[in-house]
């Protein structure tokens, strides 16, 4: 008699973990840098502003953006000093999301290794970030970036390779996330999202990560393996 396999009787047939706010507690480091940078040329704008304006979307996408406010050109020559100073930031900063190692340790086993982590972040980033965290033996080969796409976040189509990749329908697959934007890009994959939603996240409410598409929020990423369990 042949022995089903947990996780064939799972919901859930592949887990897709967006990265920062998610895995890594990142973003208040990399809103920081941007902040600080946007200042020194020339828009007055707070970090209250700075993370809603921000927040899931990549620099490059919201150039119209910043060289409105700051009358200059968005160069190539200041998107590598950003980069350089949020990576030197994030080397020496950057800690793991409470219960999010955990997390993906139990997710591994319960999916068979079908995990991968698709971020709109460059590549370079999210690689460092998940070694810095104990966490890129996980994630082997299955790190996909917005950056490599037609199209990043809201779009679908970094969830949709990564679940390509994985080898399973997208509506099999939960996306874990904590912005509109990325909500919205996990719905729009045809995929069940999940919002992360801790009880000091600034930047999104429960309701606007509802309206965005996300079928449930939780507080803490321990929670995320008896949740999926749960599904069976």
């Known amino acids: 008699m042949r022995i089903q396999p947990a996780y064939e009787s799972m919901q859930f047939q592949a887990l897709l973990f967006d990265c920062d706010g998610v895995l890594v507690d990142s973003e208040s480091i990399t809103n920081s840098v941007l902040c600080s940078m946007l200042n020194e040329s020339g828009w007055a704008i707070s970090s209250e502003e700075c993370l809603s304006r921000f927040i899931g979307k990549t620099v490059r996408s ?7 406010h700051t009358g200059q050109p968005l160069t190539d020559a200041w998107m590598a000093e950003f980069y ?9 900063e950057l800690v793991a999301i409470d219960g999010a190692l955990a997390a993906v340790q139990q997710a591994h086993a319960l999916c068979a290794g079908r995990i991968a982590c698709a971020s709109g ?24 970036s917005g950056h ?9 189509d970094v969830y949709l ?8 329908a997208p509506a ?4 874990v996330e904590d912005t509109v934007t990325g ?7 045809g995929a069940t ?40």
């Open 62 to 68: 919201q150039a119209a953006l910043i060289e409105a």
């Open 84 to 92: 350089a100073r949020r990576n030197e930031r994030l080397s020496a």
């Open 121 to 144: 972040a460059d590549r370079a980033k999210v690689e460092m970030q998940l070694a810095k965290v104990g966490m890129e033996g996980y994630f082997a080969g299955r790190v996909f």
């Open 148 to 156: 490599e796409m037609p199209r990043s976040k809201p779009f679908p």
């Open 161 to 168: 390779a990564a679940a390509d990749a994985l080898g399973v």
């Open 172 to 175: 099999q697959c939960l996306v």
């Open 183 to 189: 909500v919205a890009a996990g719905v729009a994959a």
């Open 193 to 232: 999202v999940w919002a992360y939603f801790p009880s000091d996240q600034g930047h999104a409410s429960a309701d606007e990560l509802l309206a965005a598409g996300a079928s449930r929020v939780f507080p803490d990423m321990g929670q995320l393996p008896a949740m999926i369990r749960a599904q069976e």
